[in-house]
């Protein structure tokens, strides 16, 4: 209690109104910098506020990625403020400029946070739809798609990668046949990137696909290559079957895996083969 006191009236109660106000705006926000609150408050040649409130201890900052967040101790008082006024309206404006500035300048994970705070369900299943193959990988629960009730490609796939990491397999197999059974013009890639993930797929068979997928439609993209794991040879599978056996044998799959997918997925085979190479001693 003594110590609650002591933040609200020799440290709090000492900020004047606009100091309090950026703080109470902030607090709604995962993180501001200089950019955001230009765009989104209209708040220019805001900086020097900013640095004078960290220094005060009022804001903690990300060196590396300069921007701020509010100080934790200082929640209550923020939360105390908001109840003085009314900022209903406001604060339905703010999470749907918050969530188009995040998602516009890359930030997903933030922009879904905001539209779920504002609460219109349409805007952020739009936007979890848009970003479908980031969503399951951003570290954040998307257990509300296992309650949607269409059958498009896109929400099969985050529903079975939901399933996965459940360890659902009866799930995750029944939303592959549903993806399986879309002609949108992803759910044939969507269906490779989920029979990739099968731990029960052959990896040649697999390959024998992404071929085939290769001479009628182009590149395909693999969405996340080592899911949460920190091995770029046992990810979401074993790709060691790449590496292994005659010569002749492991140029047709390399060359089967650098024709039909893209740079990034060129980059990750090599970094897992040097581990492979690692795994068995071989220089």
């Not at 309090?20 to 709604?28: H, R, S, T, Y």
């Not at 529903?159 to 397999?169: N, T």
Request: hydrophobic share 30%; glycine share 6%.
């Amino acid at each position: 209690y003594e110590i609650d006191r002591y933040i609200r009236r020799e440290i709090w109660d000492t900020l004047s109104t606009d100091e309090k106000d950026i703080l109470c705006q902030a607090e709604e926000c995962p993180w501001i910098n200089e950019e955001l609150c230009g765009d989104v408050w209209k708040k220019s040649e805001i900086l020097g506020q900013l640095k004078k409130l960290e220094r005060k201890g009022f804001f903690l900052y990300e060196s590396k990625k300069n921007r701020w967040k509010v100080t934790p101790v200082f929640k209550q008082c923020i939360l105390e403020e908001y109840q003085n006024i009314n900022r209903s309206d406001s604060h339905t404006d703010l999470m749907r400029s918050l969530g188009e500035w995040y998602e516009i300048h890359g930030y997903i994970r933030e922009a879904l946070y905001c539209l779920k705070q504002l609460g219109e369900e349409e805007i952020y299943r739009t936007c979890m739809l848009r970003h479908y193959m980031e969503v399951p990988h951003l570290g954040i629960s998307f257990d509300e798609v296992m309650e949607w009730e269409e059958c498009s490609s896109k929400i099969c796939y985050l529903r079975a990668v939901c399933c996965y990491y459940k360890q659902d397999w009866s799930g995750f197999r029944l939303e592959m046949q549903r993806v399986r059974q879309e002609t949108d013009e992803k759910a044939e890639e969507i269906y490779l990137n989920l029979l990739y993930m099968d731990p029960e797929e052959p990896l040649e068979n697999w390959l024998s696909l992404l071929e085939n997928y290769k001479s009628r439609r182009g590149r395909m993209r693999l969405y996340n290559i080592i899911g949460n794991s920190c091995s770029f040879l046992c990810g979401f599978r074993d790709l060691s079957g790449l590496f292994c056996g005659m010569k002749k044998e492991k140029r047709k799959k390399e060359n089967i895996w650098k024709g039909s997918l893209g740079e990034e997925e060129w980059k990750v085979y090599h970094l897992a083969e040097i581990e492979y190479y690692i795994e068995i001693k071989r220089e």
